[in-house]
């Protein structure tokens, strides 16, 4: 049985590892960061810039076999282990932005990528997987590859649901063409990985699009503004969309991928605690 988006098994190689990866209960809100946008990208010292921002985690990268911190190797995911139990923070998800470059809708490598990611969450107590969908693996206007896409997913969601892992699709689509492709694989594994700032850029009106997606079909949030402003000073209602996540029962995790319009450490700061007064903990 899948679990709730945004908790977490909290077991990995055999030990547990309890809320190191993710919050048991989830009756508020988690602030993360994207790891690639740190610099610390698919290495475990994005920990260390967590705690110095007070984050309470981060999505970490999950590629190609053969990374430096490869994720399917166990030595490397205890080594994230350590890295949360000495800042107190955690593993929120597994981000497949590789799958931009090397498309998802096309390569056939990309099918035992994703199999193996649903191993690797369900082995470090995750339970979301972000399949990305931009540069080279972008869905829009594209029939041929989102059949392609649909067929990939059908194959791979029986083993998701069985794991309790989520995988959730971040594109340039519409709610409604995210839904479509969610009612043709037609298993509950298969979500939406909702970036306010990627669809409020493609003219989407974000606050009824996730109304309309719902907790059913929303696994967890990108908080982005592509303004090049602070959050707050953007284009992004971020009050509003604390509403919409109200009406739709939303609790979990959000992670900052915005601009940095002063500086990494002085931008997310400013951020963190513009989102943490928006979206407060329980």
Same mark, same amino acid.
């Given at each position: 049985?899948?679990?709730?988006a945004?908790? =977490?098994i ?7 590892l ?9 009756r508020?809100f988690?602030?993360?960061?994207? $790891?690639?946008m740190?610099?610390?990208?698919? $290495?475990?010292?994005?920990?260390d810039? /967590?705690?110095?921002?007070r ?6 990268s ?11 190797k166990?030595?490397?995911?205890q080594?994230?282990? @350590?890295? /949360?139990?000495?800042?107190?923070? #955690?593993? =929120?998800? %597994?981000?497949?932005?590789v799958?931009?470059n090397v ?7 990309t099918?035992?990528?994703v199999?193996?990611s ?13 399949? @990305? ?9 594209? @029939? ?8 990939r ?6 083993? #998701?649901?069985k #794991?309790?892992?989520? %995988? ?17 694989v037609?298993?509950? @594994?298969?979500?939406?990985?909702? $970036? ?8 989407y ?13 929303? /696994? ?15 284009e ?11 009406e739709?029962?939303?609790r ?6 915005g ?13 963190r ?7 407060p903990?329980?």
């Open positions: 049985m899948l679990r709730t945004g908790t =977490a909290g077991l990995g190689a055999g030990l547990a309890g809320p190191l990866w993710g919050d048991e209960g989830q508020g988690k602030i993360g960061v994207c $790891d690639w740190t610099g610390k990208g698919g $290495d475990p010292a994005v920990m810039f /967590c705690a110095e921002l984050l309470d985690g981060a999505m970490i999950f590629g190609a076999p053969g990374d430096k911190f490869d994720l399917r166990a030595e490397n995911r080594l994230y282990a @350590a890295a /949360c139990r000495k800042n107190n923070t #955690a593993v =929120a998800s %597994l981000g497949m932005g799958l931009n498309p998802y809708k096309s390569d056939p490598r099918e035992e990528w199999s193996d649903i191993d690797v969450s369900a082995a470090m107590g995750t339970n979301v997987v972000l399949l @990305a969908f931009f540069g080279k693996d972008d869905l829009k206007n594209d @029939a041929a590859g989102t059949a392609e896409v649909v067929r997913l059908k194959r791979v969601a029986p083993k #998701a649901e #794991a309790g892992v989520y %995988l959730g699709i971040e594109s340039w689509l519409s709610a409604d063409e995210h839904l479509r492709i969610i009612e043709s037609g298993s509950p @594994a298969v979500k939406v990985y909702y $970036d306010v700032g990627n669809s409020f850029k493609m003219g009106d974000i606050y009824k699009e996730i109304r309309r997606l719902g907790t059913k079909n929303i /696994c967890e949030f990108h908080a982005k503004d592509y303004s090049g402003k602070l959050f707050g000073q953007g992004i209602d971020f009050w509003e969309v604390r509403r919409a996540m109200d739709i029962g939303y979990g995790w959000l992670q900052l991928e601009p940095q319009p002063f500086g990494l450490v002085r931008s997310y700061r400013h951020d605690n513009f989102l943490k007064a928006v979206f903990p329980a």
